[in-house]
């Protein structure tokens, strides 16, 4: 009998590592919990600790004082635990779940460390773009997607040389606001815009999602995991989010992945790679799946997309100034103190106001990030990233 493998769960206590939990609880013969982390969430650290006894925890964004009171392991704190226990030799694998810019140094560590990491923190690839390319080279590490659509797509590759691909085409949900016209736009609040038709997420990624914002991070990831021109990557909108993306090869036949949308399946694959292993999820039908249809993306009325494409283009710090200006700008439209069409306004704004440079280091990242932070922030006070502010 093989022993169990090991694995950190960054992230453990928001939605992904709570699915990723879920997939170990179904092969514990295969993986065991050794490591979770969570940023400011001592309570819910504290019950998944009793739950799963693992070797220890790491509590990033917290000091001594604020360990849970139920487990009475090793408990560790800061964000240079963080990143030890992404690369600690004893753990083969790495489930980073982090959300944002947060979750690029894991990222780096797990990669570099020589570890098959499985990202769910697809910004840490976006704005870390040849950072991380490097890392997994010179490290020897395995990067495996966890995001539904680029899962997809290794699947569909099956070992097959990119040379040989004519495109790949990601799949959209639509979001919340598929069917909205655009002079409706100005009335979005948050709860709608959290209110996704087929995916459960967190809030961040949520918004994401209705704003297209996520889409445009997947093409860019896309980009970087496959090698592929930005013009041989595609996007349609399919509302039963069942097909996950496409691969057409160059002599004009095309492979498609689907399944339910859970992202338990991905997740589990990310863990197994290339091995499929069993489940409990419920057989595909694609009779009751019937009929699956597909549309076109409303790209002038999401600007966000197209921002993020064009960041992406460019290159460089570009993507990193994208990412952070959408999140200061998605946590302002959560708060109230943005409305929906400010989303773009920030971003743009704040996209026109940097020069794009290439990427020196880390710590030029670090710079970049906290820049545009700065300028987004200014910005959501402006008149102009306060239109379509939804609040009375």
Not at 34 to 48: E, F, K, W, Y
Not at 60 to 68: D, E, I, V
Not at 132 to 144: M, Y
Not at 195 to 211: E, F, L, R
Request: proline share 7%; aromatic share 6%.
């Amino acid at each position: 009998m093989s022993i169990p493998r090991s694995v950190a769960v960054l992230g453990a206590t928001g939605s992904i590592g709570g699915s990723t939990l879920n997939v170990i609880s179904r092969h514990p013969e295969r993986f065991r919990v050794a490591v979770l982390t969570a940023g400011r969430r001592a309570d819910a650290l504290d019950q998944l600790a009793m739950r799963w006894n693992p070797d220890y925890v790491v509590l990033a964004g917290a000091a001594n004082s604020t360990a849970g009171p139920g487990w009475q392991g090793d408990w560790r704190f800061g964000s240079e635990a963080m990143g030890l226990a992404a690369a600690d030799p004893a753990i083969p694998i790495v489930v980073n779940a982090l959300v944002g810019f947060a979750g690029l140094e894991s990222t780096l560590a797990a990669l570099g460390a020589g570890k098959q990491l499985a990202l769910a923190n697809k910004e840490s690839l976006v704005v870390g773009g040849d950072l991380v390319l490097e890392a997994a080279a010179t490290g020897g590490g395995d990067l495996i997607p966890v995001d539904s659509e680029h899962s997809a797509i290794l699947q569909c590759l099956g070992g097959r040389p990119t040379s040989e691909v004519h495109r790949v085409i990601l799949t959209a949900s639509g979001g919340p606001f598929r069917e909205w016209p655009a002079s409706r736009f100005a009335s979005i609040r948050p709860e709608d815009a959290l209110a996704h038709p087929t995916w459960s997420m967190g809030d961040k990624i949520t918004v994401d999602s209705a704003t297209l914002a996520n889409k445009a991070l997947e093409v860019i990831e896309a980009h970087l995991l496959f090698g592929l021109d930005f013009d041989a990557i595609d996007v349609v909108v399919h509302p039963a989010s069942i097909v996950h993306s496409m691969v057409e090869f160059n002599d004009g036949s095309t492979v498609s992945q689907l399944g339910h949308p859970t992202m338990e399946i991905p997740i589990q694959y990310a863990l197994s790679a290339p091995e499929h292993l069993p489940n409990e999820f419920r057989s595909f039908d694609p009779v009751e799946a019937s009929p699956l249809e597909f549309e076109r993306l409303r790209r002038e009325d999401f600007p966000m997309f197209e921002l993020g494409v064009e960041a992406g283009r460019s290159g460089g710090t570009a993507p990193a100034v994208y990412n952070a200006a959408n999140e200061v700008a998605v946590r302002a439209f959560l708060d109230g103190g943005l409305g929906f069409l400010g989303i773009p306004d920030v971003v743009e704004t704040v996209l026109s106001s940097m020069p794009t440079t290439p990427v020196e280091s880390l710590e030029h990242l670090v710079e970049v990030d906290a820049e545009a932070r700065s300028r987004s922030r200014e910005s959501v006070g402006t008149p102009l990233a306060t239109r379509g502010d939804s609040t009375p």
